[in-house]
């Protein structure tokens, strides 16, 4: 079977849970005998291994989205000048930015993409299409998230094979636009839920919500939940000692790393945790380097900074050198997620972790025992949540042991795969 990804390139600056998954599905298809071809758009795909990376050219280029969107003398420039700002040296520049873009100013450009062939993108588009029909034909085509739904029409048109399109987090983006672009963003989006033959969502909580925000019918969403191969995590010792809290995403404020350091401050002040210490690392860029700095100097007016550790490095090496050392770890975001890759990346590592009571956060927890979920609205629960593993090895190990059984049984790259062949197969007939 030939699947074409169509999937979101984050450049590689952060940790990006859509491009881990996207680039493990790929590498797994690849695995199973089947012709998996990652099409980036915007920005070079980022992937934890080499071999998963594309060679497809880069569509809807990032620098050209935006001129054409901007410019519209830009809308309809010849391919060769185009190519110009699609040069992998401007767009890997580019890339160092990706990770500062926030909703705030990105409604025109996010509503002009969802309609399609009517958006300021149409020649992107069409230069896809092309692409796709004249060498890379397949036989089901993915997309990555619901943003890019706008492609599917015409992709159907001319190809006339089932679309795909994988649901998660999209709603954050989404309800953070100005003014009324997140409302008229959505409606654009229910307009075009009919050029997709099968939603997929990473939880059974995200597809609910969808379901409702979409306003398609139950049949047409089916819940895979993202898998690891879990062979490349080792195992960490839970031995407390020292205790060791830790923190894996985007170093950013409305991810919760603030309030993980105060809870942190807190807790090492505690006789019986004295030895505590810190670890955080995801990738920061932009106004997120600033922020370390306050953490890291709030950490020093506490006489704690040789405690703490921000780790610049988020390859997957790095990754597991960093979850082997944990005690537990917990990313205490302040609005629900629609799922939690690093949760299982910590359950692979066999370390429990500590979540707020939101979003698919508790459908996870429950379904693997794998840590604590606590009050996102009570004050010191999060403090409190971890006061219970550091401080007890038997709990810890007790917890890091189910969070690696849950691994193996339901996130694994292989059920991922299963699961997702089955989708396709399903849409194919």
Known sequence: MRIVQIVAGSGGTFYCENCLRDSLLAKSLRKKGHDAVLVPLYLPMYADDPATESNSPVFFGGINTYLQQKVPVFRKTP?????????????????????TVSAGGMGDMTLSMIRGEAGNQAKELERLVAWLRDGERPDVIHITNVMLIGAARRLKEELGV????????????????????????????????????????????????????????????RTVYVGLDLAEFPRATLTLDPPVI??????????????????????????????????????????DKKFVQTLISRLAAEGMEGDAEFIAGLEKDARARFLESLSVMSVPM?????????????????????????????????????????????????????ATILTDQNTAQQLGRAGRTAAETHFSIGAMTDNMLAVYSAVLG
């Not at 000048?81 to 990770?99: E, I, N, V």
């Not at 229910?190 to 049949?219: C, E, H, I």
């Not at 429990?352 to 794998?370: D, N, T």
Request: charged share 25%; glycine share 12%; aromatic share 10%.
């Open 162 to 221: 089932p679309i795909v399109c994988v649901l998660q987090d999209e709603d954050t983006w989404l309800d953070a636009l100005d003014g009324e672009y997140g409302e008229r963003c959505w409606n654009a989006i229910r307009k075009r839920v009919a050029d997709v033959d099968m939603f997929v969502s990473v939880s059974n909580d995200y597809a609910q919500s969808m379901q409702k925000r979409l306003g398609v019918s139950s049949d047409k969403i």
């Open 334 to 386: 302040h609005s629900g997620g629609a799922f939690g890759t690093f949760m299982v990346e910590a359950w692979a590592s066999g370390v429990p972790v500590v979540q707020p009571g939101i979003g698919a956060f508790p459908e996870l927890v429950e379904l693997s025992g794998g840590g604590l979920i606590y009050d996102a609205g009570a004050k010191l629960a999060l403090e409190e949540a971890l």
């Open 79 to 99: 391919r060769w000048l185009d190519r110009l700002f699609d040069s992998r040296w401007l767009l890997k520049m580019a890339a160092k930015q990706a990770g």
């Open 246 to 287: 830790g923190y894996l995403s985007k170093m950013t404020p409305s991810l919760g790393l603030g309030d993980l350091v105060d809870a942190f401050i807190s807790l090492k002040k505690r006789e019986e945790l004295s030895g505590l210490k810190f670890k955080a690392i995801g990738g920061m860029v932009g106004p």
